[in-house]
């Protein structure tokens, strides 16, 4: 739908979204107030442009606190724009391998609508193992893909369980919900960007990294994601 719009529409609705994707990520951080969106946004014109997205009803602000809250369409919408801009990291870290720091202007040109539809973000998702987090470790809020499997793109990441031995891959990222692994894990070395081979699968899982060879059970091997190389 978006050919209708006119350019205007567009960038109003761009500086709408980019309102929205900071209020999230205030409120990820706890500090969602007038404040710090004033403070920390690049609008030129952000406190009547605030005043407008409380009035079209996507948040609503606590005028003696100074808080700012969602309201159900104004935190779909940031959940999509979040989305959108952390798939399009991972997309530019794993496939293009852009470096850290030039990552951030890209993504924030990937993640308005008119560039990236959700179909198109949706294939990317499931292309890149349904990733968890962005590449710098933010939450990236789940889609339908990442719901029901899709068959339809071949993943570029998958889990270690489905290397075959003898291949060589780096470490994407772990979805692993549960810290005490994550921490197991890492003091093994096994954290994104290593490079593994698979030795083993049976009884269990058997990785070499480094110099060191590692004994995994599968449940945990199925958490590690990884690119093959
Ligand atoms: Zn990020
Ligand atoms: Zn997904």
Redesign the pocket.
């Known amino acids: 739908m978006d050919y209708w719009k006119s350019k205007e529409q567009r960038l109003e609705e761009d500086r709408v979204d980019e309102v929205l994707e900071l209020i999230w990520m205030l409120i990820e951080d706890g500090e969602a107030t007038v404040e710090n969106i004033a403070r920390k946004s690049e609008d030129p014109q952000v406190s009547p442009l605030l005043k407008d997205i409380e009035s079209f009803g996507l948040i609503s602000i606590d005028h003696h606190s100074g808080k700012v809250a969602f309201k159900e369409t104004g935190k779909g919408r940031a959940e999509q724009i979040i989305r959108r ?2 798939i399009a ?1 991972r997309l530019l870290s794993e496939v293009f391998e852009v470096e850290e720091r030039q ?2 202007d890209h ?1 924030c040109e990937l993640e308005h609508t008119h560039v990236l539809g959700q179909v198109v973000v949706d294939s990317i998702c499931t292309f890149l193992g349904h990733p968890p ?6 939450v990236i809020p789940r889609g339908e893909c990442c719901k029901k499997f899709s068959l339809d793109v071949k993943p570029l990441v998958g889990s270690l369980t489905d290397l075959r031995i003898g291949e060589e891959a780096k470490i994407v990222f772990i979805s692993s919900k549960y810290h005490a692994r994550l921490d197991r894990l890492s003091s093994l070395g096994i954290i994104p960007g290593s490079v593994i081979r698979l030795h083993q699968k049976q009884p269990t899982y058997v990785i070499r990294i480094g110099e060191t060879e590692l004994a995994l059970d599968k449940d945990l091997a199925k958490e590690i994601f990884v690119k093959k190389i």
């Open positions: 801009h952390r990291e990552i951030e993504a987090t962005c590449p710098h470790g933010k």
